[in-house]
């Protein structure tokens, strides 16, 4: 392009090429920055004033450059701006979604707290209640009046109440296990928060029916890796698709990230990619970036099996 741009120079210095150099200065503040591309375009402007010396006095060629730059420049901040305010929107947009699938996880943590509560408020207290009506019930029936064999007798009534009593207790039993059962967070929530945010690549979303995940914090670091791994995906790799996917074994919980990008060869770990293998490292897992047979990047992060605290 810079080629296409000299030659233009040359050919029309005052025709087309003021046009095309605006063009470029916003092509290169988006792709290079905006000092990358000031520097390049003032050696642009530089050479151009030297074509435009040959065919106009040098008061009117500085006039003419001045403006075209002029122009370059409206073009370069104007892009900046754009630049910057579309990082800040897309930043909101992860932090935001980095709450929700956060606030996804508390949620879940939340509703097994609270029925951890209620099997021990039932079992501690209905329970015992349970428990002493059974016993007094059983001494009345100890107590009742005399037979002709000489045998207590107890009430129809009172034999119901005992009978009732009984399917009660063993009722609030079942109800407790029941409610004492822990069958793990779904991150299916908090993957669909952290997807939703980016219009661009399409992003699948795959978690098995039995990966739940047994402890708050196995979840939030699962989810931290996946969303750091979206993230670069979005910003490095220009995938066109990326497949978040959660599985589990007997003894793993396993997130595997996968795109169709364009890795990076050798493959460079930078902040982000530390700070997700030490995560996974500090609850005994194993973490792992290699490149895809189509050239993309795959992000494998892989938990112990534990029972929640």
């Known amino acids: 392009m810079l080629a296409a741009v000299a030659a233009l120079l040359l050919l029309s210095p005052t025709t087309t090429t003021p046009v095309l150099l605006v063009i470029l200065a916003s092509v290169l503040t988006v792709r290079l920055g905006i000092r990358a591309a000031a520097a390049i375009l003032l050696v642009a402007n530089l050479f151009l004033l030297f074509v435009v010396l040959r065919s106009f006095p040098p008061n009117v060629a500085l006039l003419?450059?001045?403006?075209?730059?002029?122009f370059q420049a409206f073009a370069v901040f104007a892009t900046d701006a754009m630049r910057r305010a579309d990082d800040a929107a897309t930043q909101l947009r992860q932090v935001n979604a980095h709450l929700l699938a956060t606030r996804s996880l508390l949620a879940e943590s939340a509703r097994d707290s609270e029925r951890l509560r209620l099997s021990r408020e039932l079992h501690d207290v209905s329970g015992h209640k349970l428990t002493a009506l059974k016993l007094n019930l059983a001494l009345l029936a100890r107590e009742g009046g005399p037979t002709v064999t000489g045998l207590p007798t107890q009430p129809p009534a009172l034999a119901t109440a005992r009978q009732l009593a009984d399917e009660l207790l063993n009722d609030l039993r079942g109800v407790v296990s029941q409610l004492r059962r822990f069958d793990g967070i779904d991150l299916r929530a908090a993957l669909a928060h952290l997807a939703a945010p980016f219009p661009a690549p399409l992003i699948h979303v795959e978690v098995a029916d039995d990966a739940r995940i047994e402890a708050a914090d196995q979840a939030e670091a699962l989810t931290s890796v996946a969303q750091e791994s979206l993230t670069n995906a979005v910003r490095h790799a220009a995938a066109r698709h990326v497949w978040l996917r959660v599985r589990a074994t007997a003894e793993a919980l396993e997130l595997?990230?996968?795109?169709?990008?364009?890795a990076s060869k050798p493959l460079q770990e930078g902040n982000g990619i530390r700070g997700m293998r030490e995560r996974i490292a500090d609850l005994g897992g194993s973490f792992a970036v290699t490149t895809t047979a189509g050239g993309g990047t795959r992000v494998v992060a892989t938990l112990p099996r534990r029972n929640a605290p």
């Open 256 to 262: 595997t990230v996968e795109d169709d990008g364009r």
């Open 64 to 70: 003419l450059v001045g403006s075209y730059a002029g």
